[in-house]
């Protein structure tokens, strides 16, 4: 089934996805505006489904080939563009397929706006209107990597260098891999780039605990893995380390979240943006450099826009492994990795240390078929908890512990279940209750 919502619309190519849906989609959305910025992963179907969105947007499309969707977003001011489509679906597999919808500022359209779309799409009327088509790849990268390294002062680089990380890295075949080789030779640091043909996916595109197992981390400190959009990121440990041990190689992308406020806030002020599903983790991080935390319902739009409204400098959802640093319209996991290599080398410690220097917290997840989500049911089940109930999922807030039930935005007919608490114990307790609560 075709996946249309706040994250845009997904769906199996040539099945669900279909010529159709894309040239009405385009059509409606490109109406009335004379510039599109038009970027995509490095998925096979990019290319025709670029040809569909061309032959009915009009105006000019400016292409700006394969690039990672935070670059593609922070493009739109550089090419004064008046709005933007990225053809990409980020975390699923290779058969799937979407489009991002871009405002003219570069994030995400809001929720009402797409609902606005999907309503009037159909009503728009499908001529052959085809754009003219400009390559803007070299301006959209060129400011790109300016936004990137405006985050690093010349001081930052050296302490990198100094540093001597040894970095690996796993782009599998996506959209990092043309910003990486930019990037990496001028941080001085030890790295190695596996999986770099574009389009060659060696692994699941999702970077899991069991996608990323197969890594060799044999004579690197740690290894950053990335989805096919790069707007996600996964650190990876040794087997062997304290952090490893205690929780599991793959490093929460709460703790992510938490180092990057941890840098981006030192010496400055700011709220933090978080939404439902994120460790209390990244709140007690906030509290030491007395920042409000500022929660807001799932969706990376919404972390955008509330950032926007109380002029955050920061955000994220740690439940993804992605941050969004503003003037940044998206989670960036390329940006993300400079920020923790910054703030390892300011620190002069490990990764491991510095996890470990953390309040623990334990954050499972569960995927499930939601046709057992009924929201009346769960709320009935914890009468004597507090309850945060969103558009998006039911939070239950048990002590300093929670659950949060939430249907899938991007993969049809799953519930997600996610549980935090100060304990693996804890945590999976509240996970076995949470299943037990479905099931009955």
């Known amino acids: 089934m075709l996946i249309e919502s706040l994250s845009?619309?997904?769906?199996?190519?040539?099945?669900?996805?279909?010529?159709?849906?894309?040239?009405?989609?385009?059509?409606?959305?490109?109406?009335?505006?004379?510039?599109?910025?038009?970027?995509?992963?490095?998925?096979?179907?990019?290319?025709?489904?670029?040809?569909w969105i061309t032959e009915v947007s009009g105006g000019t499309i400016l292409d700006v080939g394969i690039l990672p969707t935070p670059a593609i977003c922070m493009a739109l001011k550089a090419l004064k563009a008046d709005a933007g489509i990225i053809i990409t679906a980020s975390h699923n597999e290779p058969e799937f397929n979407g489009l991002k919808l871009l405002g003219k500022d570069g994030s995400i359209i809001t929720e009402k706006e797409f609902f606005k779309l999907k309503n009037e799409k159909d009503r728009v009327k499908i001529t052959f209107s085809k754009a003219k088509v400009l390559d803007k790849r070299k301006e959209a990268l060129d400011s790109y990597l300016k936004f990137v390294f405006s985050n690093l002062s010349k001081k930052d680089l050296l302490n990198i260098k100094a540093s001597?990380?040894?970095?690996?890295?796993?782009?599998?075949?996506?959209?990092?891999?043309?910003?990486?080789?930019?990037?990496?030779?001028?941080?001085?640091?030890r790295f190695k780039i596996l999986n770099e043909a574009l389009g060659t996916f060696s692994r699941k595109i999702e970077p899991t605990i069991a996608s990323l197992d197969y890594l060799n981390l044999e004579g690197y400190d740690f290894a950053a893995a990335f989805d096919c959009d790069s707007d996600r990121i996964e650190f990876v440990l040794p087997k062997n380390a304290d952090f490893a041990i205690k929780h599991s190689p793959v490093v929460d992308g709460n703790y992510v979240l938490a180092m990057a406020i941890d840098e981006v806030l030192s010496g400055r002020k700011s709220d933090v943006i978080v939404n439902l599903a994120t460790s209390n983790l990244v709140a007690a991080i906030a509290q030491k450099h007395k920042s409000k935390i500022i929660i807001v319902d799932v969706g990376e739009t919404n972390i955008v826009q509330a950032m926007k409204k109380n002029k955050a400098i920061i955000g994220g959802e740690g439940s993804s492994g992605g941050v969004i640093i503003s003037p940044g319209k998206s989670r960036d996991g390329i940006l993300t990795l400079l920020i923790v290599l910054k703030f390892l080398a300011r620190k002069k410690q490990s990764l491991d240390s510095v996890l470990c220097s953390y309040p623990q917290f334990f954050s499972f997840q569960r995927k499930i078929i939601a046709n057992s989500f009924n929201p009346e049911k769960i709320k009935a089940s914890f009468q004597k908890s507090k309850i945060i109930e969103s558009g998006y999922g039911i939070r239950v807030e048990i002590g300093e512990s929670w659950i949060f039930f939430r249907p899938s935005k991007t993969e049809h007919g799953i519930l997600r279940v996610i549980t935090d608490s100060t304990s693996p114990e804890k945590a999976s307790k509240l996970m076995n209750i949470a299943m037990q609560t479905l099931e009955a």
Do not use: H, W
Not at 25 to 50: H, M, P, V, W
């Open 8 to 51: 845009g619309i997904r769906g199996i190519f040539g099945q669900e996805l279909t010529e159709e849906i894309v040239k009405g989609y385009a059509a409606s959305f490109c109406e009335g505006k004379k510039r599109i910025a038009l970027g995509y992963d490095t998925r096979q179907s990019n290319q025709t489904i670029k040809r």
């Open 164 to 189: 001597k990380i040894k970095l690996l890295l796993d782009p599998n075949g996506g959209a990092s891999i043309p910003v990486l080789k930019e990037i990496m030779p001028k941080l001085g640091i």
